[in-house]
């Protein structure tokens, strides 16, 4: 059973930027294409990210431009690497294979928003 962990998650300031990473315990299949999913407090989780094995990227309309997702398969991670952040942006933010994601979630990293 892979596990996920993320990690870099912070408070930071509207326009700032942040990298997420999220580090799978053993190989993803070439066949995955790994997303990221975020969920605000009241709101249920959404992609907002998706990557294939071979690093063909699709984003959610709201963080085009500004978020870039990317995977290094020998290491078995996936970043994410937001830029111009917004406080509509506060949320937790999972890793978890796309478009179905059905690995166990981990625990996820939190990213605030706000001056």
């Known amino acids: 059973q892979v596990q996920l962990v993320e990690s870099g998650g912070d408070l930071v300031q509207p326009g700032g930027s942040l990298r997420l990473s999220c580090a799978a315990s053993?190989?993803?299949?070439?066949?995955?294409?790994m997303g990221w999913y975020r969920q605000a407090p009241g709101k249920q989780r959404a992609s907002v990210a998706s990557?294939?094995?071979?690093?063909?990227?699709n984003y959610a309309d709201s963080v085009k431009g500004r978020f870039t997702i990317s995977r290094d398969n020998a290491k078995n991670t996936v970043y994410l690497q937001m830029n111009s952040l917004k406080p509509e942006g506060s949320a937790v933010y999972y890793c978890?294979?796309?478009?179905?994601?059905?690995?166990?979630w981990g625990q996820g990293t939190q990213v605030t928003v706000s001056s």
């Open positions: 978890n294979a796309h478009p179905s994601p059905y690995y166990a």
């Open positions: 990557i294939t094995y071979g690093g063909i990227t």
């Open positions: 053993a190989s993803i299949s070439r066949s995955n294409a």
